[in-house]
């Protein structure tokens, strides 16, 4: 499977987690001037903007490791041009990454709330 065909079905992956877990998706693949976010939900009374990375295996590394200070900075301020946009800033908000692990027919799946 190509790179960003297994991206996208990660993503998909992540999407129905979410929704078993009683969020409500927001937006997918969500994209302004700043940057890109994978997914807004929100969840109770929160915006939860998710970061979504997936990988076929640990070898160059563990999924959690490239959401990087770089990526979290550029997340957080697409985020709050998102925001902005809605006119949500005083919205409760949080930012969790999802990580998908090994074969898409049956990954691992790890969610942390709160991430950074």
Known sequence: MQKNTYGKAGEIIAVNYLKK???????TNYTNTLGEIDII??????????EVKTRMSRAFGD???AVDERKQLKIMQTATMYLKSKRLL????????????GDISNPE????????
């Open 90 to 101: 005083e919205t409760p908000c949080r930012y969790d990454v999802i990580a998908i692990l």
């Open 41 to 50: 939900a929100k969840d109770k009374d929160y915006i939860v903007f998710v």
């Open 109 to 116: 799946i790890r969610h942390i709330q709160n991430a950074f």
């Open 63 to 65: 999924p959690m490791e």
């Open 21 to 27: 877990k009683g969020y409500l998706i927001l937006v």
